[in-house]
């Protein structure tokens, strides 16, 4: 029987955890935004890093500027390798492992989705560190019913992987499709994995949302998924 809790401390979520990487789509960014200033408010330092791209929020700096900085201290920094216009770039697995020295907690964006509430990973995709302790893979649900080919990142290479034409809408089953090796988990088996289904304020009807969080994990035996509409701070952790 799954147990379902509500939670105003999504910091919980990584507690005792000090390496927590993110993939997939659907709020990525903001979720670890959030889950960055809760750890700050709970008095844990916190560096954002990226093995992708990330926007460039403030404060950040790049790496190498951060290597020289003496004393090296702050509570909540983005860091990438380079600033390039409006992103970081990625840093390296050894990069980000080295921040766990001076960091609480290291929240990695491995992936990009461009905005698309899905994804469908290219060759190289995700780039997860391998001492990662947690691994959060985001979907949005207001992919449900979309157009595929708007709701998906990377649609085509969907197509091209399995020689069928993309479905034409984001239909239940063609969102739990998803869930699967070759897509939103790829490269993840063996990790410790949470699955998070983003959004649920633009869910209807309501209850879809679980069903599906239920059929996923079932699926999967991934232990430990969370429903939630990050921007209005609503969290369901699933257990």
Known sequence: MWHIQRTNDPSSLIGGIR???????????????YLARSCVARHRSVAVVTT??????????VF???????????????????AEGHKLTGLSCDEVKALGNDFDVVLIEAD?????PL????????VIPPFSE??????????LFKPFRDAVFRHELFSRSTGTEPPRLVYPDIFMRLFEDDALLKSTAGLDRTVVLNKYDTCKPRHLAAVL?????????????????VKHGIYYRIR
């Open 134 to 143: 947690k691994v959060f893979v985001v979907a949005g649900l207001d992919a």
């Open 213 to 229: 969080m239920q059929k996923i994990l079932d699926r999967t035996g991934i232990r430990e998924g969370v429903i939630a509409a």
């Open 112 to 116: 990009g989705a461009k905005g698309h």
């Open 19 to 33: 390496f927590a990487s993110f993939i997939g789509g659907g709020g990525k960014t903001t979720l670890i935004e």
């Open 64 to 82: 190498d500027d951060w290597v020289k900085r003496a004393p090296r201290k702050a509570s909540y920094i983005h860091i990438g390798k380079t």
């Open 52 to 61: 992708t791209k990330i926007f460039a929020l403030e404060p950040f700096v």
């Open 119 to 126: 994804k469908y990973p290219a060759p190289y995709e995700p």
